[in-house]
């Protein structure tokens, strides 16, 4: 399916003709033709709607989605939730959303389903549609939207805390090139030129030019170290990102190796999808179809990898409590796991599992950025003592320089 902007000629009465414009979500360039002269119309032009992608990031953003999630809220409780959805729709003002509702407002205009024409949009994730569509089923659509809501802003605020702590430690990085890169290709130099300039005594020049060259090769070699492994962290992250659904990728064993980042990402990522699972089971999700849910959602390797586990043992007839408390969950939240009696004390014991997590996860980001700033300070360190013992030669052949002059004045 595709969205079409078409120019089409209508017959008027008394002969007259006038030229109108229309969107259309239709799979071919036929198929709108088609749809075109069975109503009677002629078209001029049919050109393909490509959206810009600055656009498509400022339309579908977080903030569209709680604001769709809360009007479809409002608009259900008096209505069926496709009618309330189509509400929305011929309502919206901005032309953006206008163009992107267009292929919603087809497959409701045409007799769809409310949860097809939701999926048109494109705009909530997997986890929000399970929600959405088990209130649906359930005839409960205006209580459960609270947990697609709740989802929706617990998601953003989970990507500013992993963004913040790979901010920060990529700020940390960046700091340490730019001086190291500074003091090779600008400050090592310069002290190389004065010093020869101020010497008269060959000894003392060739010292400290031997000593210039000592100082450039280490920090030539700390330059090295430093962007040949920024280099290869960034290669390993795309390579992750390009292939974070592909299960046993050796960019994912190689991330979840790497100190202080796999334990913080494993612990973030615990918290995203126990709460998760807490909403998807409070919004009455079926457990294997949540379970399926959180395995397609999450990248992390380990996480992803238990919820694995958990969903095989649950088909496999495992009992509930006993498929969910294992590695890599701690003893106590097994424990807590091993007491549950119902579905409903298994979304409390998640719920209080994603908040533990939680605070691991903000003290797994405080041990980043502090391990950013003692490289910082130890690279930093190394930079500023070469350059003091650079100072210190040429001063000190400056005075040895001084003293032979004064000598040969007496």
Known sequence: ????????????????????????????????????????????????????????????????????????????????????????????????????????????????????????????????????????????????????????????KQMKLVMGALGWLSFDIFSIISTIWGAQFTFIPYLKTSGNKSSTDPVAAKKFNDAIETVSIINYSLMVITLGGAAAIAAIGMIFWKNRHKADHYASRMISKLPLISSYMHDATMHDTTKLMSRLLKGNVPLDEALKILIDSCIEPITRNYWRECLSRVMAGVDTAKALARPPLTKQESDQLRSIQSLEQLSEVFESISEERHSMAKTGQKKIMMFGVILTMVLFGAVVLTMIYLLSIQNQGFMDSMKDIGKGGG
């Open 1 to 156: 399916m595709k969205l079409w902007n078409v120019r089409y000629a209508v017959t008027l009465p008394g002969g007259h003709v006038s030229v109108r414009e229309e969107d259309f979500y239709l799979p071919s360039q036929d198929e709108v033709r088609r749809v075109l002269r069975a109503k009677g119309l002629w078209p001029i032009k049919i050109t393909e709607r490509k959206q810009d992608m600055f656009e498509w990031m400022d339309v579908r953003s977080a903030a569209w989605q709680i604001q769709l999630l809360r009007a479809l809220r409002f608009q259900s409780a008096t209505t069926s939730a496709g009618t309330a959805l189509l509400n929305i729709i011929e309502g919206e003002t901005d032309p953006r959303r206008r163009l992107a509702f267009l292929p919603t407002r087809s497959v409701l205009k045409g007799g769809g389903s409310f949860s097809e024409a939701l999926r048109q949009l494109k705009l909530m994730d997997a986890a929000t549609m399970s929600i959405i569509m088990a209130g649906e089923r359930a005839g409960d659509l205006k209580s459960v939207i609270v947990h697609a809501i709740q989802h929706v802003d617990e998601k953003g």
